[in-house]
């Protein structure tokens, strides 16, 4: 029995909306985890454990700084939509904090991934103003902390991946663990007494704790103005006086100080160091020993910025 044109109209009908509603490749995508972070360093850990099971969105780029950054309209519609939300915390992202607390309480998981690094661990310096300093990065035994915040948010957030995250997380932390033992066999060529670093503001509390250097930053914690002009003489006198050989700018702040200080001591500056920031994805650098890294990851960012430091020092 034949069916009429109009039933089979109809046949045919239905079977392309089954095939326009059933699961594709593209729909599973759209299931993946949408990760909004706020800083690069935050992006780049956070990527390191959500691998290719998700999408990280970073909203602040290379050489921008977090102590000053305001959201836009674009960035509060991208972590309206996110599924789950990383940032650094201990008051690195200011004038974000507040946005960040709504979007927690209107129900997103939202986490600051410093929040698993043990107080003990934390520094306090009088200049902060009563605040912990939040640049934990520049030691990677305290970021190998933050590893444990990231594998444990995106477990909850997708249970089914838990194992593969715990492994990601596993390899990172062996990683960062080589990475601290380089730094601290690579600084041994600077001897002791010249182990003195200056830069433009106070962001190198952990990095002198961790490989025993002197820090002296000469804006204190701000980022926005110049020093005064007694603090330029005081650091420059202090340079004479001890020899130091060289002096280091930053990639998220003004050189001039730095550029006054080397004019006014005779001091040369040794480079320029990446602090607030990662440098530019895919910009790739090789060091004394040949070896080649991306300066836009956590691991390209260590070696930079060692090796920066110690051929400038030594």
Partial sequence: MKCPRSALFFLTLLTMASISCSPTSNDSNDERIKAVATTTFVADLVRSILGDDGEVRGLMGPGVDPHLYKA???????????????????HLEGRMTEVLVRLGRQGTPVYAITESVP??????????????DPHVW????????????????????????????????TDLVSRLT?????GDEYAQQIPRKQRILVTSHDAYN?????????????????????????????????????GIKAIFVESSVSPATIERISADSGVSIGGELFSDALGEPGHMETGPDDSSYDVGTYEGMFRHNMTTIVEALK
């Fill in 138 to 169: 520049f030691d990677p035994d305290l970021w190998i902390h933050c590893v444990d915040t990231v594998v444990s948010a995106l477990s909850k957030v997708d249970p089914s991946r838990a194992g593969t995250y715990e492994n990601r997380g």
């Fill in 119 to 132: 107080e003990s661990r934390l520094l306090e310096p009088a200049e902060f103003a009563g605040h912990y």
């Fill in 72 to 90: 836009t309209a674009g960035d509060v519609n991208q972590l309206q939509s996110a599924d789950v939300i990383f940032y650094n915390g201990l």
């Fill in 178 to 182: 080589e990475l601290k033992r380089w």
């Fill in 206 to 242: 952990y990095f002198g704790q961790a490989f025993d250097f002197q820090v002296i930053g000469v804006q204190g914690i701000s980022t926005v103005s110049e020093a005064g002009l007694a603090d330029i003489v005081k650091v420059s006198k202090f340079i004479r006086e001890n």
